[in-house]
């Protein structure tokens, strides 16, 4: 019999399977960096810089304010055990876990090659010399490669012939990330950055996903079939293969998570056996429009009857909350969103716009506005300011004023 779960009590789970609810460190090292990026597998990339790279968000809303050179350290020097894939939309992962996608690159490869009238068969010779360019000079980013096709198309986001080939290589596992310049990847041939019993590593198709579909468990610490499925991006029908198989070997456990339906009847779930079920949560966090505790919109509607999308490439007049909207999570639940730019020659973090959630426990402006001027210290900023937009920005607007200095070294 598949045990039954409050959903406050999912809500808790999946926090804590996610690594809130834990103290920040005093100093946030190496080994704390390390913990958070094994512990969510996956962190993902995203160019957006309106007030901070997406990838750097995550660390922050879990350890609190660090040294950002010391997870680029981590995230882009070649041989540091992590370098980026498509392990849910493009990430940064642990070496180990690029075997696992081997069958992802067997796909885009296969799919690629099998339209004679594509983009990769017309250019297999170009591509042949991708290659050799890589072997005889190593890493090189797009922008280093001379070639005449090495001039973008259209706008500013038109990539040129180079920069797609060494996608293509990239996407078929050849090429591999060899860390960036600026924020420009660099692309090497894996032979030369993977260690043999990495490049050399075969997993089966049904091995590797089952494998990541009990990571993605545990990652969540419960979910659905599509949440589990989201986590790596993984195709439905093979996901629950793969869980009953896991069920079988009691590596995952049924369950089911009160108002969680569909069509009037439970959805099923699977939980993690090991997964931490604390009593109460305990966080003040800003959460990255694609952290993975509210990437999947359908995920956080549930969990926190939190109904998000991001408005970035929505035109201006037709936005709701703002630009870069960043859900605001207090305790177990989501109270607020803002959408916050970083004005770096003013040194001011700025609040486009603050909006309470119908649910918001009175402390939440607050807790928001102690939690704002930690994040400006962060930022290198002086100042906050709160714009006169949104449900809660003039309680926002008040509670900066009353913030105490001590909030600056919580």
């Not at 989201?230 to 029908?237: H, N």
């Not at 807790?367 to 309680?395: D, F, I, P």
């Amino acid at each position: 019999m598949s045990e039954v779960v409050s959903a406050a009590a999912a809500r808790r789970i999946a926090l804590a399977a996610q690594g809130f609810g834990k103290a920040h460190p005093a100093a946030v090292t190496r080994r704390n960096l390390i913990g958070v990026m094994d512990r969510l597998q996956v962190l993902q990339i995203d160019s957006v810089n309106v007030f901070e790279r997406s990838h750097y968000l995550p660390i922050y809303a879990r350890m609190g304010a660090y040294d950002k050179s010391r997870l680029d350290q981590l995230a882009f020097a070649p041989g540091s055990g992590y370098l980026e894939y498509w392990g849910h939309e493009a990430t940064f992962l642990p070496v180990d876990m690029w075997p696992l996608f081997r069958w992802r690159m067997d796909q885009f490869r296969a799919k690629a090659l099998a339209d004679k009238n594509g983009w990769a068969s017309d250019r297999l010779d170009f591509l042949e010399w991708l290659r050799s360019e890589l072997r005889d000079n190593g890493p090189m980013a797009a922008s280093e490669v001379e070639h005449d096709a090495n001039t973008r198309r259209g706008p500013w986001w038109g990539w040129s012939d180079v920069k797609v080939g060494l996608e293509t290589l990239f996407r078929w596992g050849e090429v591999v990330s060899a860390g960036r310049a600026g924020f420009e990847r660099r692309y090497a041939l894996a032979e030369n950055i993977l260690p043999p019993a990495i490049l050399d590593a075969r997993v089966e198709r049904p091995d590797a996903i089952r494998e990541l579909v009990l990571r993605g468990v545990r990652a969540h610490g419960l979910g659905t079939l599509d949440d589990i499925a989201d986590y790596f991006r993984l195709p439905s029908a093979e996901t629950r293969v793969a869980l009953r198989e896991l069920e079988d070997a009691g590596s995952v456990r049924p369950a089911s998570v009160e108002g969680w339906e569909r069509r009037g009847k439970p959805r099923e779930v699977w939980i993690d056996p090991q997964a931490k079920r604390p009593r109460a949560i305990r966080a003040d966090a800003l959460l990255s429009p694609f952290d993975p505790v509210v990437w999947a919109r359908d995920r956080a509607l549930r969990l926190f009857d939190f109904h998000y999308r991001i408005e970035i490439y929505t035109p201006a007049h037709k936005r709701v909350h703002g630009y870069y909207v960043l859900p605001v999570l207090i305790d177990d639940k989501i109270c607020a969103r803002v959408d916050l730019k970083n004005d770096r020659q003013n040194r001011q973090l700025l609040v486009r716009s603050a909006w309470a959630e119908p649910d918001a426990d009175a402390d939440t402006a607050p807790r928001l506005a102690a939690l704002l001027r930690r994040t400006a210290l962060w930022q290198g900023c002086e100042t906050v300011v709160v714009e006169n937009k949104g449900t809660m920005a003039a309680e926002l607007a008040d509670a900066m004023r009353a913030v105490p200095d001590a909030a600056l070294t919580h």
